[in-house]
């Protein structure tokens, strides 16, 4: 039900035209508007354009469906312009092993146009409390941007609303083989490990536990916002509060209906991601992971200390790395041994970095000097990470490559995985 009907009246149904088809050429002109924030890369940006009618031989025919178009860095348009693009509609494709066609079907997207030719014609018609998040993430861009070199600027964007697509493609390589690429990825993977982490952080310093639960989740809902509320961001969201909630009110005894439930209305609201987005799947594992398997784990890391939560910290993460596992083995085909320890040396500062970027960035909106003082601050818990992520990473040992396993692999994982719950719940309930 969620799968389109490609009629005359809908854009995809003008995908990879024959020559004589409409204008006894391969391009056609559709109006619409652009629905989501563009996506700038180095060379390019990339446009999710809502399309609201086609013209053909000179008259208008009322269509519907998403575009995403690509069209050079200038000019530049923005989230609420309407425009007219003239381009060559075609069907999206797998890209070697990357699923593309359905990863842009989780996003409704079913036509690209790469060298769109686009024409401005209105502006300022989006939702207005959505154009006005975008405004305010832009300028705390160039904030960041102002009191951070790179790559230490577009790190920080990549902790406080995601924005990786600024870092190297050797940093994000370092972050793939540590095994750490979810600090920088919005999912509910590592909202809801750095949500469960500051709340530990909170209690050892004498936040009452009431107190802190509330004030992560208006961290959370606010770091939504500031991100314009994409669905995916809004998913992650919600599967961090599910996991907060968790460790604070009693994991798997009152916690398996609250996750089904949430479950379920996300997958009414887009069916989709349930085989077809890897980010909602690892959300879902991880939060799992969280909620069941921390008892689990929690017996073999009681030797570590409480200080700062250090133990919950190490026995939390342990728990999403081993539920993930599985599914990161079959999906993406590599298993990364450094990853334990470079998320115990790593995710401790990661809510620091958080606190200290923030506040730098918060102080520079006020007065640039003030920010850039605490930029400094800022700079070296960064490079802390990115350097020991670069140490890690270059070790020809840190990850192993091991593709083509089969679904039964996976599935045996998680049997095996489900039975050591099994075994604690009987063994220790609560």
């Known amino acids: 039900m969620s799968m389109p009907v490609v009629n005359e009246h809908h854009v995809a149904f003008y995908n990879n035209p024959p ?23 180095s060379d390019h940006i990339k446009y999710k354009i809502e399309a609201q009618n086609l013209i053909i031989h000179d008259q208008s025919k009322d269509i519907h469906g998403n575009v995403l178009v690509k069209s050079s860095l200038f000019p530049s348009y923005r989230y609420g312009d309407e425009v007219t693009v003239e381009c060559a509609l075609t069907t999206p494709q797998p890209i070697e092993d990357f699923k593309y066609d359905k990863y842009l079907a989780n996003a ?11 024409n401005l014609m209105a502006s300022g018609q989006g939702n207005f409390f959505k154009e006005s998040i975008y405004k305010i993430k832009a300028r705390i861009v160039q904030i960041s941007s102002q009191i951070l070199p ?17 870092l190297p493609a050797e940093i994000l390589g370092n972050f793939n083989r540590t095994g750490v690429t979810h600090i920088i990825a919005v999912s509910g993977y590592n909202i809801s490990i750095i949500a469960v982490m500051l709340s530990n952080l909170f209690i050892s310093l004498g936040v009452p536990k009431k107190k802190s639960f509330w004030l992560i989740v208006l961290g959370i ?13 809004v998913r992650a969201g919600i599967m961090g509060i599910v996991a907060l909630m968790a460790a604070s009110i009693g994991r798997a005894v009152t916690m398996h209906n609250t996750l089904a439930i949430v479950g379920v209305l996300m997958l009414l609201a887009n069916p989709k991601v349930l ?23 929690e017996r073999y890391t009681r030797w570590l200390p409480v200080f700062l939560g250090i133990r919950e910290s190490l026995s939390t993460t342990i728990s999403a790395i081993i539920l993930t596992t599985p599914l990161i083995l079959f999906q993406f085909g590599r298993f990364s041994f450094l990853s334990p320890v470079a998320n115990l040396l790593i995710l401790p500062i990661v809510p620091v970095n958080m606190a200290v970027g923030f506040l730098a960035v918060t102080l520079g909106l006020i007065w640039l000097p003030a ?10 818990c960064l490079t802390y990470v ?6 890690l990473g270059n070790l020809p040992w840190a990850v192993l490559a091991v593709p083509g396993l089969s ?11 489900g039975y050591l719950i099994f075994i604690q719940s009987k063994n220790h309930p609560k």
């Open 19 to 41: 020559a004589s088809k409409f204008y006894k050429r391969k391009t056609v002109i559709f109006q619409g508007m652009i629905i989501d924030e563009p996506d700038v890369r």
């Open 108 to 118: 409704d997207i079913y036509s690209t146009c790469y060298q769109g030719k686009i």
């Open 150 to 166: 790179e790559p230490q600027s577009s790190f920080l964007g990549g902790l406080l609303w995601g924005a990786k697509r600024g």
């Open 221 to 233: 809902i606010f770091f939504v916002i500031i991100t314009g509320s994409p669905a995916s961001i």
């Open 275 to 297: 085989v077809w987005d890897a980010g909602f799947q690892l959300s879902f594992l991880a939060t799992i992971g969280l909620i069941y398997f921390v008892p689990v784990v």
């Open 371 to 380: 920010g850039q003082i605490i930029g400094w601050l800022s700079w070296l």
């Open 386 to 391: 990115l350097k020991l992520t670069e140490i």
């Open 407 to 417: 679904w039964i692999f996976m599935a045996s994982g998680y049997v095996a995985i």
